[in-house]
């Protein structure tokens, strides 16, 4: 079945590193891909998407590429901040339903 | 900016009692969903709902479960007699069908424990 494989936390960096946290996934046909976030106590956050292959998603400063070929949807952002700090999650949307697929979270602490 | 509430934030119940968790979506959102996430574990999906009624559910979301829209604000999980593998981070999310139905807003949870 269609799943998403994250990288495991902690990530831990300082303030004003540059950020890469890798997702891949296996899916049928053609998935819509998402990333999440959820601040400490606080709900999950879309943060970003894309529907099709090539697609860059971004906001706040965090990009990810749909990349097809590798079925991949890594996360990168340029300079971190303190304000970063929380658990980041890749998510599917199967093409033949709403059922969104998640990875295992990856915390991500920055260090002022 | 509208957002997603659910009530309790946390509740502790007892093995065997019913819990209703409940759930206020976006006014003018029309899908509904309900997800669970055991400490240390994935999020899962349990069930979508559209037009008052289940739309799809997951393998998890077996007799003991059941939703309803009670009323034009409010959506609801109800499990009839917990266990404790039931304890969980529950999130309540909606999607608006105007737009991609992909993009769900999410609630804050409520975390239930079964004691």
């Known amino acids: 079945g269609d799943s998403v494989t994250q990288m495991e936390g902690p990530v831990t960096l300082s303030e004003e590193a540059f950020l890469t946290i890798n997702c891949t996934y296996t899916?049928?046909?053609?998935?819509?891909l998402f990333w999440y976030v959820q601040y400490p106590g606080e709900g999950l956050q879309l943060l970003l998407k894309?529907?099709?292959a090539d697609d860059k998603g971004s906001n706040k400063g965090f990009e990810a590429t749909y990349r097809k070929e590798t079925t991949s949807f890594h996360l990168e952002k340029g300079s971190v901040q303190v304000s970063d700090s929380a658990v980041y999650f890749c998510?599917?949307?199967?093409?033949?339903?709403?059922?969104?697929?998640w990875g295992a979270g990856t915390k991500l602490i920055i260090k002022p | 900016e509208p957002e997603v509430t659910q009530t309790p934030s946390h509740q502790v119940t007892q093995m065997g009692q019913e819990v209703i968790l409940r759930c206020v979506p976006i006014s003018n959102h029309l899908y509904f969903y309900w997800y669970r996430q055991i400490l240390g574990q994935k999020v899962e999906f349990l069930v979508s709902?559209?037009?008052?009624?289940?739309?799809?559910k997951s393998e998890i979301f077996d007799d003991q479960f059941s939703v309803e829209r009670p009323d034009g604000s409010n959506f609801t999980l109800k499990i009839r007699s917990t266990k404790l593998e039931d304890s969980a981070m529950y999130f309540c999310?909606?999607?608006?069908?105007?737009?991609?139905?992909?993009?769900?807003?999410f609630g804050p949870g409520t975390r239930l424990t079964v004691t």
């Open positions: 894309a529907t099709k």
């Open positions: 999310a909606s999607s608006d069908v105007s737009r991609e139905m992909y993009e769900q807003y």
């Open positions: 709902f559209y037009n008052n009624e289940i739309s799809e």
């Open positions: 899916a049928t046909g053609y998935p819509s």
């Open positions: 998510a599917l949307a199967p093409d033949s339903n709403y059922q969104l697929i």
